[in-house]
């Protein structure tokens, strides 16, 4: 057909993209097992660069819980949530890099991160684990990829 606008084609990623990267995604779809398999049981780290204390913490993570539930993954049932917060020093907290080595020893299916210093924390620490990060900077600039 004339003039017919050829189908897309997929776009390669850069060959930089090889590398290891901070993923915006994690866990496959809808939580439900197949007929006759048992539910996967998953572990989530949760790697804060604030204190529990801070009431945007709390938000933040409630909110990814909320996410998480509406999609079929419940704390306690099919979900275990590894909690990971920085302790406060001179008032600042300090940087999770320790924090984030913990949740690596303890095997983790993905972590979730969020803020400048925790994603760099878990970019430099966890190798292996998909790293889900909600950020509120340029990941790629920051060469979180």
Partial sequence: MAGATPPARPIS??????????????????????AGHPAKHYRIGILSNSPKSYPVVNQLIGQFRDGLRALGYVAGRNVEFLYRYPAVMA???????????ELVALRPDVVFTFGPPAVESAH??????????AVGFEAVVSDFR
């Fill in 13 to 34: 990623p850069p060959a930089s993209a090889s590398r290891r990267r901070v993923s915006s995604a994690g866990l496959p779809g809808p939580a439900q097992p197949a």
């Fill in 91 to 101: 008032g600042r907290p300090a940087k999770p890099i320790a924090l984030a080595k």
């Fill in 124 to 133: 430099k620490a966890i190798h292996g684990i998909p790293v889900v990060a």
